[in-house]
């Protein structure tokens, strides 16, 4: 079975610009969420979500957001740009939100770099 | 506000020797705590969750407490190994609609030979 699979791997985009993530559940994964990883720090909770719909969020600017499509992959976005949004966003996998005592399964993460 | 202290600087272990990794936390009452291992450049991968009615849990050579009067989890590696050098993070999780892990900053351990 694949795992969690992200797209695209490294990107590189300038200030001010937009950029899509992509990400991929593990095959019968109803529940999707996004985490930022900036170097030397440990992940950071952006969205939750499940069955498409938002389940929550966490402490980051509207410049972030998300949706979860009827095939459970799922897309954040982020708009306009600043070099602080440089880090490896991971995307976590998990069967639904009440079955927390399974852990989640993390994709290899998109590495994104703002110039 | 919620805090999670993990050891920032770097474990460094003989092999064969038992890791011990500690990870406090203030301002939370987590229904979970859970284990993570990660690579450099890859995502973080699950080892071990204890929930906040048990007091120890065991994988194989990987053991777990969780005191909840302390606020602390100890994370052990027992006969360690090279293959297990990599960066420890713990993470806590509550009840609530959402399920949001919020993480420490990671312990990196050196097995060496």
């Known amino acids: 079975d694949a795992g969690v699979t992200q797209s695209p791997t490294h990107l590189i985009k300038t200030r001010g610009q937009q950029v899509t993530l992509r990400c991929s559940p593990i095959s019968g994964h109803k529940s999707v969420s996004w985490y930022q990883q900036v170097l030397g720090q440990g992940p950071q909770f952006i969205f939750q979500y499940y069955e498409k719909e938002e389940r929550g969020r966490g402490n980051f600017p509207d410049r972030f957001s998300a949706r979860q499509f009827p095939n459970y992959s799922s897309e954040l976005n982020v708009n306009a740009l600043l070099l602080g949004d440089s880090a490896l966003y991971l995307c976590?996998?998990?069967?639904?939100?009440?079955?927390?005592?399974?852990?989640?399964?993390f994709g290899s993460g998109t590495r994104l770099t703002v110039v | 506000s919620q805090k999670i202290e993990q050891n920032s600087e770097a474990l460094n272990i003989q092999e064969g020797k038992t890791a011990t990794l500690t990870c406090n936390y203030t301002?939370?009452?987590?229904?979970?705590l859970q284990w993570y291992r990660q690579d450099p450049g890859r995502g973080p991968v699950f080892l071990l969750l204890?929930?906040?009615?048990?007091k120890e849990k065991r994988k194989e050579r990987l053991k777990v407490t969780f005191d909840t009067t302390l606020k602390q989890s100890l994370f052990h590696i027992t006969a360690s190994q090279p293959a297990d050098s990599a960066t420890y993070l713990c993470a806590l999780d509550g009840t609530g609609t959402a399920s949001k892990l919020t993480f420490g900053t990671g312990t990196r351990l050196q097995v060496t030979l």
């Open positions: 301002n939370y009452s987590p229904a979970y």
């Open positions: 204890i929930r906040e009615n048990e």
């Open positions: 976590a996998s998990s069967l639904d939100v009440g079955r927390r005592q399974l852990g989640y399964t």
